[in-house]
């Protein structure tokens, strides 16, 4: 089923279009103004990230950042997000980390999906 475009979501996108980083429901409520409604940003966010537009990460404070998708592919099925993110203590940043991490795992296992978080400076902080 298509979905129509509100003016709502095409805004809330832009903003994750020109954030080139993560960004969590109070930094898009923020960034938007008191007038967008809380639990409309959560219901865009979340219906970006069953689109695939955006991916949700949980955060090591536990808050959820979404992240823009790039490169994901046009299949639902290429659609996996298993990297790891990082968050800078110090700016606040979140940010995808594009190089492959191997985990080790024992003997018959297999990975699925993963969450991995770290936290620490980001260069521009170190």
């Known amino acids: 089923m298509k979905r129509r475009t509100t003016a709502t979501q095409t805004e809330i996108l832009t903003l994750l279009e020109a954030a080139n980083t993560a960004l969590s429901h109070e930094m898009v409520q923020s960034e938007l103004g008191a007038n967008m409604d809380r639990a409309t940003i959560y219901r865009v966010l979340n ?60 003997d018959g296992y297999t990975s699925e999906r993963f969450n991995g978080f770290i936290s620490g400076r980001c260069k521009n902080c170190s």
């Open 47 to 106: 219906r970006f990230c069953e689109d695939g537009r955006v991916h949700r990460i949980v955060g090591d404070d536990g808050k959820q950042y979404f992240a823009l998708c790039l490169n994901c592919g046009e299949l639902r099925e290429s659609h996996t997000h298993n990297h790891f993110h990082f968050r800078c203590l110090e700016c606040g940043k979140v940010e995808c980390l594009k190089h492959d991490i191997k985990v080790p795992l024992p």
